[in-house]
Antibody, heavy 119, light 110 residues
Framework: EVQLVESGGGLVKPGGSLRLSCAAS????????MNWVRQAPGKGLEWVSS????????YYADSVKGRFTISRDNAKNSLYLQMNSLRAEDTAMYYC????????????WGQGTLVTVSS | QSVLTQPPSASGTPGQRVTISCSGS????????VNWYQQLPGTAPKLLIY???QRPSGVPDRFSGSKSGTSASLAISGLQSEDEADYYC???????????FGGGTKLTVL
């Protein structure tokens, strides 16, 4: 059974940092691209970042470019999102999602981890 | 302001057919496939339609998708109370080099 479990969310002050993790199981992580998608409270979905299976291709939304870094460790079946210089507008539920191809659909999603940026 | 445009709300009575539109541009819907996601209250999104009109295993055939030019549509026939959810369209944008989503459509079953 495919499972994606996010962790690492929490309350952080503006300007602070957090590292999100996504533990994958039930499939071979290296065969899939992975995405981070976020959802601010009461708002719609916003794509954050994507990484190909071998980490060769990495893309970021303009809203996080230069502040967030996506990475993966296929040997540890894990995906990460390092978030620096956090702002109030980064407050959201962060989901990791699996995609068979970099520009393919996200076919499995985790349950999300909540990040709150507030003083 | 979302790159893809969806109506904020839609509604129908049980058994009815409803459609949700998604409008984009030549750099996203016009040049790539559209996927639709269903988000039930308090849960993570779920892939509902991929590559414009394909249903993942387990998705009832009451759900169908289509695309024409720079627009796409999701149709739900035989509406059921459990279809009450938020629906999002998404496409890869070649100009932005990233995924773009619609703002979401809240479907209410009256």
């Amino acid at each position: 059974e495919v499972q994606l479990v996010e962790s690492g969310g929490g309350l952080v002050k503006p300007g602070g940092s957090l590292r999100l993790s996504c533990a994958a199981s039930g499939f071979t992580l290296s065969s899939y691209s992975m995405n981070w998608v976020r959802q601010a409270p009461g708002k719609g979905l916003e794509w954050v970042s994507s990484i190909s299976g071998t980490s060769k291709y990495i893309y970021y939304a303009d809203s996080v470019k230069g502040r967030f870094t996506i990475s993966r460790d296929n040997a540890k079946n894990s995906l990460y999102l390092q978030m620096n210089s956090l702002r109030a507008e980064d407050t959201a539920m962060y989901y990791c999602a699996r995609a068979p191809q970099l520009v393919g659909p996200s076919d499995y999603w985790g349950q999300g981890t909540l990040v709150t940026v507030s003083s | 302001q979302s790159v893809l445009t969806q109506p904020p709300s839609a509604s129908g009575t049980p058994g009815q057919r409803v459609t949700i539109s998604c409008s984009g541009s030549s750099s996203n819907i016009g040049s790539d496939n559209v996927n639709w996601y269903q988000q039930l209250p308090g849960t993570a999104p779920k892939l509902l339609i991929y590559t414009n009109d394909q249903r993942p295993s387990g998705v009832p055939d009451r759900f169908s998708g289509s695309k024409s030019g720079t627009s796409a549509s999701l149709a739900i026939s035989g509406l059921q109370s459990e279809d009450e959810a938020d629906y999002y369209c998404a496409a890869w944008d070649a100009s932005l080099n990233g995924w773009v989503f619609g703002g979401g459509t809240k479907l209410t079953v009256l």
